[in-house]
């Protein structure tokens, strides 16, 4: 285990920047791969996650109706208690209990998420993303075209 | 696009399995590393999901409050919702109307998440998956230590 404060195998955390580049491409290819076998660490399930929430985010409608905003609300609120990492899901429970979910449009939900990350950004020593809603279509849905 | 039904970037198909395997490792590695810029394709959003998914079902609850059980219905019926994969979420929304969410314990979540699994490896003409409980402990949280 890697994390002092968590002993479930989901807190193991996979050191790929220290492993060789040849061992690295072939576990990276295996994490993606349909014939992978091994539970998810910490640190490749907290990037499905937030990639996940990021594309999910962005295709969320720009005039949602109240039921469609109370559902996203209770997305977020199902994640802050089922996360399975710990201490990861302590600290968003606390993070969006003082910043709750923006769910009015795709615009504030996708800001809102991006902030939240960057939240976790912070705490890890990661660079902070460029919030901006442009820049958030760009990465999640528009870019690379 | 690679989806005659669909027309949205979400719906472009990553064709993986026909690049040549060094570019398949650059690209698998981009896809997982925070430096990677481009928007999520199908395919890749599908398998971050079902990653997602399957590792937070298996780290439910044994015995979940009643609150916990409306809040894990909550969280497959935003699913249904929210899937940023229109088609996709079509199929989702008429399998968990035939097969509502399993959500009393721990043992049931995974496995009825699994069978949903399977229900779309079959759409895909993928192998089904062994749903036993003990398998799917293994695959999700114990495997590989």
């Not at 409608?61 to 089922?82: G, S, Y």
């Amino acid at each position: 285990m890697s994390d002092k404060n968590c002993f479930e195998p989901i807190c193991e955390k996979e050191d790929i920047l220290n492993l060789k580049s040849k061992k690295r491409s072939k576990l990276q290819f295996e994490e993606d791969s349909s014939t992978q076998e091994c539970p998810l660490k910490r640190n490749i399930y907290g990037n499905y996650t937030w990639n996940m929430l990021h594309t999910t985010a962005i295709y969320y409608p720009d005039e949602p109706t109240q039921e469609q905003q109370q559902k996203m609300r209770n997305f977020f609120d199902a994640i802050a208690e089922f996360y399975a990492c710990k201490h990861c899901k302590a600290h968003f429970q606390k993070d969006i209990l003082k910043n709750p979910p923006q769910v009015t449009s795709r615009k504030d939900l996708s800001i809102w998420l991006c902030q939240r990350h960057n939240d976790v950004n912070q705490l890890l020593g990661k660079q902070q993303f460029d919030c901006s809603f442009e820049n958030l279509e760009k990465r999640w849905r528009t870019g690379c075209q």
